[in-house]
């Protein structure tokens, strides 16, 4: 099934649209207060974290090693059920300080202006890829839905220019919704609803894909049990994970990774509902991340069924 570039037009609008509402309703209403200081309304706004990478590079990690894909989840949930121990106190010292980024938590920990204008230009660099990559991810996506998948590669006919309006106008919705709150102690309602919004939205479209892999395309479980005895080279795959120095280094990448990114350190104690929120966050964070891992080797397994590539 192919779509036309006005029909992912019309599509993107309309997802975009819906963004900018729940923002919009989040900053005006003074109903969506209560919801918005309900601890699962901050822990699906910390699904911030589920980007990209989460998404296409956990897939890619799943088609070559294995059960190696769970080093990413691994990772942010260590740093989460650790949390009373690592992020209860970066969070009292922000919220007593009024720090609201990473560059200005070790610029107040060493009294230097120069220490926070360098962290900040090291987490601008670090995080030009990453934008990047977004960009990438969301041309090729769009490339494959117009259906022009034999020509992915090239750069000829790829839609480009789509996946850059579209990120823009991702940026300039932060920009309106993100920056609205001059003090650090008040929460940006707008962007939390959106990104909370986005991040159920994220988790059903993967439990629906999931489904759909098991049950079109595998016929129910039973039917993946077949397939995987009929094709024992991917139970080996299975059992050939990454190992040594390689694991090691993703698994401290994505614990690291889990506080330190920007866009995460913001949403989680700059963004935060209060400590109760994030001691409920320490365990429902983790069954977020459970939830969303769970479909990921029917959709990778599927892939190679149907006689796709990943």
């Known amino acids: 099934m192919t779509f036309s570039l006005g029909q992912l037009l019309g599509y993107i609008v309309a997802y975009l649209s819906l963004l900018f509402g729940v923002g919009y309703f989040a900053e005006r209403s003074r109903r969506a207060d209560k919801l918005l200081n309900h601890p699962l309304v901050y822990v699906l706004s910390l699904g911030v974290l589920m980007g990209t990478f989460a998404i296409y590079a956990v897939m890619e990690l799943a088609f070559l090693y294995g059960y190696s894909f769970l080093l990413y989840y ?6 989460f059920l650790l949390s009373p121990l690592l992020l209860y106190p970066v969070l009292r010292i922000c919220r007593i300080y009024q720090l609201g980024s990473m560059a200005d938590l070790l610029s ?4 230097s202006r120069t220490v926070g204008a360098v962290i900040t230009l090291v987490m601008l660099t670090a ?3 990453l934008f990047t990559l977004q960009i990438q991810a969301v041309s090729e996506s769009i490339h494959l839905l117009a259906g022009d998948a034999e020509t992915l590669l090239p750069g000829i006919d790829r839609h480009d220019g789509l996946a850059l309006l579209f990120c823009a106008t991702i940026a300039l919705f932060t920009v309106l919704f993100g920056t609205r709150r001059v003090s650090a102690q008040e929460r940006n309602n707008g962007l939390v609803a959106a990104i909370a919004f986005e991040s159920l939205l994220k988790l059903l479209a993967m439990l ?8 079109l395309v595998f016929d129910g479980f039973g039917g993946l049990e077949r397939w995987l005895l009929d094709n024992p080279h991917i139970l080996e795959l299975l ?6 120095d390689s694991a090691r280094t993703l698994l401290l990448l994505f614990f690291a990774g889990a ?4 866009h ?3 949403m989680t104690f700059a963004e935060h509902a209060g400590a109760g929120a994030l001691r409920q966050a320490s365990w429902g964070f983790p069954l977020y991340l459970l939830l969303l891992s769970l479909p990921v080797l029917p959709i990778a397994w599927s892939t190679l069924q149907l006689g796709s590539d990943i």
């Open 127 to 129: 995080m030009l890829p």
């Open 259 to 262: 506080v330190v990114m920007p």
């Open 239 to 244: 059992d050939s994970p990454l190992r040594g």
């Open 74 to 79: 691994t990772g942010v949930l260590v740093m």
């Open 264 to 266: 995460v350190f913001h």
């Open 208 to 215: 629906a894909l999931g489904a759909a892999a098991l049950f």
């Open 108 to 111: 107040f920990r060493f009294r």
